[in-house]
C-alpha cells in the first residue's frame, strides 16, 4: 500500500525558508513522478512543482519559478520541496502526489493516483 508522509510545514515570516519532505512507504519512488500542490483556504487546489520519475526534469508553477525547488532523493525515498523568499500568498496546505504512470500532463493533479495528507505553511507578514 502506497503512503505519503509530508513534513517540515509551519509558520514562517515572509521572506523566510522552509523545506517539505514528502516521505514514501511501500513503493519505489524513483519510478514514480511526484508533484507538490497548495491549497489555500476559499481557492482551488493548484499545482506548485513537479519531478519527474526517469529524467527528473522539473516543472515549477510561475508564482514560486526562483523561489522553489523541487528535488529527490531516492536513498531516502524522499522528494523535498525548498521553499525561499516565502510571501504571505504562498500560505496553504501543501500536499505532495505521486504517479507511476506516463503522463503528458504532469502539472494536473487528476493525473495522480497518491497523495499525502498535506501539511500546513503559514507566512506572515
Known amino acids: 500500500q502506497v503512503q505519503l508522509v509530508e513534513s517540515g510545514g509551519g509558520l514562517v515570516q515572509a521572506g523566510g525558508s522552509l523545506r517539505l519532505s514528502c516521505a514514501a512507504s511501500g513503493i519505489t519512488f524513483n519510478v514514480y513522478n511526484v508533484g507538490w500542490f497548495r491549497q489555500a483556504p476559499g481557492k482551488e487546489r493548484e499545482f506548485v512543482a513537479a519531478?519527474?520519475?526517469?529524467?527528473?526534469?522539473?516543472y515549477y508553477a510561475d508564482s514560486v519559478k526562483g523561489r522553489f525547488t523541487i528535488s529527490r532523493d531516492n536513498a531516502k525515498n524522499t522528494v523535498y520541496l525548498q521553499m525561499n523568499s516565502l510571501k504571505p500568498e504562498d500560505t496553504a496546505v501543501y500536499y505532495c502526489a505521486a504517479d507511476s504512470r506516463y503522463t503528458t500532463r504532469i502539472v494536473n493533479g487528476a493525473t495522480y493516483d497518491n497523495w499525502g495528507q498535506g501539511t500546513q505553511v503559514t507566512v506572515s507578514s
Open positions: 519531478i519527474r520519475k526517469s529524467s527528473s526534469i522539473t
